[in-house]
Nanobody, 128 residues
Framework: QVQLVESGGGLVQAGASLTLSCVASGVAFSAYSMGWFRQAVGKEREFVAAISRSGGSTDYGDSVKGRFTISRDNAKNTVLLQMNNLKPEDTAVYYC?????????????????????WGQGTQVTVSS
């Protein structure tokens, strides 16, 4: 059974940093591309970042480019989202998502519909 568990959310002030972690179990993690998405109250789910199976390819949503960094440790079945210079508009529930990939790809997927596995989410609140 695939399980993704996020942690690391919290309440911070604008300008602060947070690192979210997602640990996967029940999967051959190195065969999965991974993504982070977020959903604020009253808004649609938004792409944040994604990383390929090997970590060689990444992509970011326009609103977080230059501030957020996605990385993975396949030995630890973990994907991280380092968030710097947080802004109040980053306030949302952050979700980890996984997609099995039969072959290595040079690109990552940014559409939430392409990810069949999801964590329960972790709340990030940024105060001004």
């Amino acid at each position: 059974q695939v399980q993704l568990v996020e942690s690391g959310g919290g309440l911070v002030q604008a300008g602060a940093s947070l690192t979210l972690s997602c640990v996967a179990s029940g999967v051959a993690f190195s065969a999965y591309s991974m993504g982070w998405f977020r959903q604020a109250v009253g808004k649609e789910r938004e792409f944040v970042a994604a990383i390929s199976r090997s970590g060689g390819s990444t992509d970011y949503g326009d609103s977080v480019k230059g501030r957020f960094t996605i990385s993975r440790d396949n030995a630890k079945n973990t994907v991280l989202l380092q968030m710097n210079n947080l802004k109040p508009e980053d306030t949302a529930v952050y979700y980890c998502a996984g997609r099995p990939e039969l072959i290595a790809r040079a690109y990552v997927r940014t559409d939430a519909g392409n990810y069949p596995y999801w964590g329960q989410g972790t709340q990030v609140t940024v105060s001004s």
